[in-house]
């Protein structure tokens, strides 16, 4: 039985995203009455600081994220009152003994919440020290950030290491794209109006397409991302995330075992890509210099200052062999250096069975539902209409937008951070917007497919020039069945 946690310790709280988006999370939920009263926040990381510094580095980092004027001077005083600093690095044991014992002396009667902003090669030997210190007991949760693991077989041995000494049901792992606003209307939009289940299956649906596309390069983490890649990076965690909310059966209750279930049937239903396919059904690209927004900018090599097989781009064209979606395409792309940013899901209906209309501009396109996450929450269905006109040579049909602007429509409400969400349902324990460990690994088991193909093959990606939509045999990858990427 979980409670509100009276303890947060996060680990990692000088790094860049702490101070991007962990703490101004913290600051929105203190600001909205939305942390647990009696919780107190205990920062580590290997900077050597007191708890009078932690306290400016966060107030700092809430001043950047805050618009000028708009902080809240009381809210940011309750949130500093919480706050306490113990220097510790993750690769010193007497280092984290003492961190624990600061733990068993601050956490009381609660529950313990523990946020892994790390490495995550450190997961492992922070949970034994935690349980060396004789705190990682039942009271105590513990979230971790993506990558879990760099492929299937160091998932595996990252989660065991966690499992020698937390629970399952203990460790809430991160996708924050799960925490997004639209993310979540997603499940509302399928499981709460009766006008889409219906029709959401192979009879009705044509295609589906999800892209994840970037304008930024490197951004100084050329380190990390040269090791991952844009498949390990986006596609195993983020699209294929997006992927099993839009295809998954409806879960008896919205709750975190019953969901998760759910997604997981999706995750092994997703049919393996491997030996020609690798060829026919994927493309891996890299960009080269270009312009975006009309500025010049480089290509990969020249950010990373030499050259690299990694992939900045991927396409993949993805079946769910199962009752629902069989016969139906699902189209993956992500990548940097593309024209805009962009979060979007797009469900193609198949074309009307006979058109009544006769005549030039009577044709009807397929009806389409476009479901936008970021830079702004939007619900667009493209539907025919008349064009407005007196008819003498015959109806003329157009295609228009029915949107929900839900910028518009929730005026009054405030766009949350996607970590807000998290931290508010993992201090009270609930495990749903989280990954299980299953689901983590059935992704990497189907990843590992393609990046194995890719190297036996030898294939290494296209270039594309920044600002553009990515190599051209991504644009061939569904023109060659009929079909094209929704720009």
């Known amino acids: 039985m979980t409670q509100d946690a009276s303890l947060f310790v996060l680990f990692g709280a000088t790094g860049d995203l702490a101070q991007r988006m962990l703490l ?24 050597a600081m007191d ?17 000028a004027g708009e902080c809240n001077e009381a809210a940011l005083e309750r949130l ?45 030997p922070i949970c034994e020290a935690l349980a060396a210190g004789g705190v990682a007991d039942a009271r105590m949760r513990v979230m971790l950030e993506k990558p879990i693991g760099h492929d299937l077989a160091s ?46 299956n192979s009879r009705f649906v044509e295609q589906v397409q999800i892209t994840v596309a970037e304008t930024v390069g490197l951004e100084g983490r050329g380190g990390y991302y040269d090791e991952s890649g844009a498949m390990r990076d986006m596609v195993q ?87 629902r979606w069989s016969g139906v395409p699902f189209y993956l792309r992500t990548g940097k250096r593309l024209p805009r940013r962009t979060t979007e899901i797009y469900v193609k209906m198949r074309a009307v069975p006979h058109s009544i209309f006769d005549g030039e501009g009577a044709t009807p396109e397929p009806n389409a539902l476009l479901i936008r996450l970021q830079p702004e929450e939007r ?53 749903t917007l989280f990954v299980r460990r299953d689901e983590i690994e059935a992704a990497w088991s189907w990843v590992d497919q393609i990046l194995g193909g890719w190297t036996a093959r030898g294939q290494e990606p296209k270039p594309y020039p920044a600002g553009t939509w990515g190599p051209t045999s991504a644009l061939a990858l569904p023109e060659r069945h009929g079909h094209s990427w929704r720009e």
Not at 51 to 67: D, H, L, P, T
Not at 94 to 103: E, G, K, S, V, Y
Request: proline share 4%; hydrophobic share 45%.
């Open 155 to 200: 998932s595996i041995a990252i989660n065991e290491s966690v499992a020698k000494v937390f629970r399952e049901a203990q460790v809430f792992r991160v996708d924050h794209y799960l925490g997004k606003e639209g993310v979540q209307n997603l499940l509302a939009l399928r499981f709460g109006n009766a006008l889409f289940e219906p029709i959401w």
């Open 379 to 431: 619900i667009s269905m493209m539907l025919m209409s008349k064009t407005p006109g007196l008819d003498r040579g015959g109806v003329k049909l157009s295609q228009v937008a029915l949107d929900l602007d839900l910028h518009d429509a929730f005026a009054h409400e405030r766009k949350r951070i996607a970590y807000e969400r998290l931290y508010r349902d993992a201090l009270a324990g609930v495990g």
């Open 24 to 47: 101004p999370s913290l600051y929105a939920l203190e600001r909205d009455g939305l942390l647990p009263q009696a919780l107190r926040i205990l920062g580590t990381a290997r900077s």
């Open 80 to 124: 500093l009152g919480r706050c306490d600093y113990q220097a510790a690095s993750v690769d010193d044991p007497a280092a984290l003994a003492a961190l624990a014992a600061r733990i068993a002396t601050l956490r009381g009667d609660g529950d313990t919440l523990v946020h892994l902003s790390t490495a995550p090669k450190f997961y492992g």
């Open 237 to 323: 965690n983020h699209l294929l995330q997006l992927l099993t909310l839009t295809a998954m059966e409806p879960p008896s209750h919205f709750d975190p075992g019953a969901v998760r279930n759910e997604k997981l049937k999706v995750l092994r239903s997703l049919r393996p890509i491997e030996g020609d396919d690798v060829a026919t059904h994927t493309v891996a690209g890299q960009y080269t210099a270009g312009a975006i927004d009309g500025k010049a900018v480089p290509g990969y090599a020249d950010e990373l200052g030499r050259r690299s097989r990694t992939e900045s781009f991927v396409a993949i064209r993805a079946h769910i062999d199962n009752w």
């Open 51 to 67: 708890a009078a510094g932690f306290r400016a580095n966060v107030a700092e980092s809430v001043g950047k994220a805050i618009a």
